[in-house]
């Protein structure tokens, strides 16, 4: 299920990206200020976003002849100027302003994305400690069997080690106090 909804996601990520691109020219905030003060740039469209503004526009072309000029789009992001809404007005561009945008659709989906991924992984862990994978992420009781020695084990088993025979007659020692 998590797969179908991953796919269907990828999938609207890359139809928006298609869908959203335009035949507009991208242009830095210096050559922008180039065309207005050449006088090429004959409308915009301003989105503010707190910092800046995104700016889309119509450019004529540079030929000298007015019945061969060309328009073209463009687009750019231009940082918030105080001069700039006079320096356009000073070179005759018509202006439109719009609202901000709420956000892109990556925007809107990126936290169900995320929750789809840590969800994915979580589903992956939890089928993984029920196959018995990795010990290292099982909670499950040790592995470790049982002895099938038949008969008592003595002091003399612990082959020459003093420390462990001492601990082991301070375990019994222990045991028998209660």
Known sequence: MTAISLILVVAA??????F???DSRRMD???FYGVVTEGRVKTITMVPDGIG????????SEATDPDDRSVERFSTYVLADPALLETLSDHGVSIKAEA?????V???LAPWILLLFFGAVVAF???RMRQGGDPVL???RSRAKRSSLTGRITFEDVAGMEEAKQELREIVEFLAGR
Do not use: H, V
């Open 13 to 18: 990520i890359l139809a928006y990206r298609n």
């Open 20 to 22: 959203a691109a335009t």
């Open 29 to 31: 905030q210096s050559s």
């Open 53 to 60: 503004f995104e700016i889309r526009g119509t450019l004529s």
């Open 100 to 104: 901000p945008r709420r956000g892109s």
């Open 106 to 108: 990556l925007r809107l």
């Open 125 to 127: 862990s939890m089928r």
């Open 138 to 140: 099982s909670l499950r």
